[in-house]
């Protein structure tokens, strides 16, 4: 017999994770979207933001900074300062880099998106070290909602579930009746005829990488609060929400969203009902398995648009 | 008018060695590293060893990504298949050569299985089958459950094992040494030879245009996964050779940094170029030894650092000059050739 309380709660469970990771996804799609980079460094983008409200909230975990040197900031203040080094390191990341490789072959961007982690998560294992780091009680939401059958959603899930669908609809509506929007969708479906009609590409490549980041950083927080501080296990969501976008299909931002929460439930289930039986850590792997039959049955996904190749 | 040395025939025009100079570079260049055991000990000698090693299979990453173009991110996972098959069939005292090449064969059909994908899409969507498949390895290779196909989390290879059978020992640093060399010139030999038969030739077309390759009448699909089965081959041989070499097996040696730094060697020294590969094996593998013990006397915290450095290197190599340090030096070449003229 089915044990319905346990299987509405590990359903739970599985949208609340899939909700989060529908951030970071939703993220790597509008990148993708309008400047075409598929940026392999996304689960290291999340880490960063993990990493940064810890080390705003207690600046003393950088191991050459002296306790008391540097302001700790409370709470909401750190993530806001978060959200403004995902801004900056938005702008940062199109100026020094991805500017000049703006029409170089798939090949090397994804190189430079891969080597790009790896400097993210080399520098933050520089300052932090490699532990995990407790983020301070008054940041963690430690409040959780009821819902049927005895089980809850724990507060990190209930605001990754509630932002990410207001973050899913906002960018939506900004896609279709903004006019920033729109500019963004030119620029997306030709970039030189975009040029030619007045668009600044430089600002619309900016604009993508700065939101894209922001939502990305966020989600990662999110993870963090959800294991209660930040931990190099983030790192391994960049694989994951992978999945989520190829089965949404990749330029498709609630394409992003659906995948990210069907691959949020496909871990849960497989955490709660095959993991017994081949091995601790194949609830990470499902996801992956499943990716590789995507890929061969329906490569362009769920939303994704098709390419029609000529010479 | 540039003056020089031409050529008069094609078969010339096609020789290996085409000149003079690289007949005599040969002859005198050759015997160096079979002296060179002679000469330095100890860890050197080691690190030489894993510089022919990581270099067969950064000719093989040359096969599926310099020659066939399709982006492959599971060098770690191939080795570490290789790897663990190398020595579960030392295991039963085939002896290490057919042991290396059942690793070979095992990380080609992975390989290959992992390619297939590339009947119906390219680029990107074969990047991520193939991570995917590093972190399934890697979670394999950390199951206990699974110890009965890879024998074990960690192991420990003999140090003594025959070649063949139980014939021609290799017990020493030095044993091991020369085999690595001459496994080196053996694959290297064969994929300078490679890129000049008519299926090299295919994988060029594959790679430089697909649609175009198809219209002319190759056939895309067979011509990738043959290029995931010599490059999966020679990647799984070369980690059956890095068990030896370690002599120690645990899944932290092949994770996704290893597949890093072998991007790194291969774009530092020139992307389809065997020379190129190799030389960027070289300088890079040094610069790597010497970042660790550098780092490990005078910043023990700043270890971290080190794939800071090379994704820097990385970056800065494909924003300025995308073929490598080969294409630099040719170019610097050409510039002494035409001195003092600009043209």
């Not at chain 1, 070290?129 to 005895?150: C, D, H, M, Q, T």
């Amino acid at each position: 017999m089915v044990d319905v309380p346990a299987l509405f709660a590990t359903l739970v469970a599985g949208v609340g994770i899939g909700a989060i990771y529908a951030l970071v996804a939703m993220g790597f799609s509008l990148i993708y979207k309008v400047t075409g980079v598929l940026n392999f460094a996304q689960g290291q983008l999340a880490l960063v933001g993990a990493y940064f409200v810890a080390i705003f909230a207690a600046p003393s975990i950088i191991w050459f900074v002296p306790a008391g040197v540097l302001p700790t900031l409370g709470g909401v203040v750190a993530l806001v300062a978060t959200i403004l080094v995902g801004v900056l390191l938005g702008v940062l990341l199109e100026r020094a880099i991805f500017r000049f490789f703006i029409g170089e072959p798939v090949l090397s961007v994804i190189i430079v998106t891969l080597a790009l982690g790896g400097i993210f998560s080399g520098f933050i294992q520089f300052l932090v070290g490699p532990n995990f780091r407790a983020y301070p009680e008054a940041i963690l939401p430690n409040w959780s909602v009821p819902l049927p059958f005895g089980t809850e959603i724990g507060g990190p899930f209930a605001i990754g579930v509630v932002l990410s669908l207001v973050v899913v609809i906002a960018l939506m509506v900004f896609f279709r009746y903004t006019v920033t929007g729109s500019i963004l969708r030119a620029a997306s479906s030709d970039q030189q005829a975009a040029m030619a009609l007045g668009v600044s590409i430089e600002r619309t490549i900016i604009i993508a990488w700065t939101l894209s980041i922001t939502i990305t950083a966020i989600g990662g927080i999110l993870l963090a609060m959800a294991n209660g501080g930040a931990g190099f296990a983030i790192e391994t969501t960049g694989i994951i929400i992978l999945v989520a976008v190829v089965f949404g299909g990749l330029d498709s931002v609630p394409g992003a969203f659906l995948g990210a929460i069907v691959v949020g439930l496909l871990r849960e289930l497989g955490r709660f009902y095959v993991e017994d039986f081949v091995g601790a850590g194949f609830a990470e792997i499902l996801p992956l398995i499943f990716l590789l039959f995507i890929i061969v049955v329906k490569p362009y996904g769920l939303f994704g648009t098709e390419r029609i190749e000529r010479i | 008018m540039p003056c020089g040395e031409y050529f008069t025939d094609y078969g010339s025009r096609m020789g290996l060695f085409r000149w003079r100079t690289q007949r005599i570079a040969l002859v005198f260049g050759l015997p160096i590293p079979f002296l060179l055991p002679f000469v330095i000990g100890g860890g050197t000698l080691n690190l030489f060893a894993q510089i022919y090693i990581f270099a067969i299979a950064v000719l093989g990453l040359n096969v599926i990504l310099g020659y066939a173009g399709e982006i492959v991110l599971a060098q770690g996972a191939f080795m570490a298949i290789g790897a663990y098959s190398t020595s579960r069939m030392l295991g039963t005292g085939a002896g290490l050569l057919p042991a290396m090449i059942v690793g070979g064969i095992i990380a080609a059909g992975v390989s290959v299985a992992f390619g297939l994908p590339a009947v119906r899409v390219k680029g990107f969507y074969i990047a991520i089958s193939t991570l995917a498949l590093q972190f399934i390895a890697e979670w394999f290779f950390l199951n206990d459950k699974a110890a009965f196909i890879h024998g074990g989390v960690q192991q420990t290879v003999p140090v003594d094992v025959g070649l063949l059978g139980s014939f021609i020992r290799i017990s020493s640093r030095t044993d091991i040494y020369f085999l690595a060399l001459i496994s080196m010139l053996v694959f290297a030999l064969l994929s300078l030879n490679f890129s000049r038969t008519g299926i090299g030739r295919s994988f060029r077309a594959v790679h430089e245009n697909d649609l175009a390759a198809a219209v002319l009448g190759i056939n895309v699909f067979r011509n990738k996964l043959l290029a995931f089965a010599i490059g999966g081959f020679m990647i799984g041989f070369s980690g059956g050779l890095y068990a030896v070499l370690i002599g120690f097996l645990d899944p932290s040696f092949f994770t996704i940094e290893l597949t890093l730094q072998h991007y790194v060697m291969l774009l530092f020294g020139g992307l389809g170029r065997v020379w190129g590969a190799l030389l960027g094996v070289a300088m890079v593998a040094i610069l790597l030894d010497n970042l660790q013990e550098f780092f490990n006397t005078y910043a023990p915290d700043a270890t971290s650092l080190i794939p800071v450095i090379f994704g820097a290197i990385i970056i800065v190599v494909l924003a300025v000059e995308p073929k490598g340090v080969l294409a630099a030096l040719g170019q610097l070449k050409e510039y002494l050739r035409k001195w003092p003229y600009a043209y």
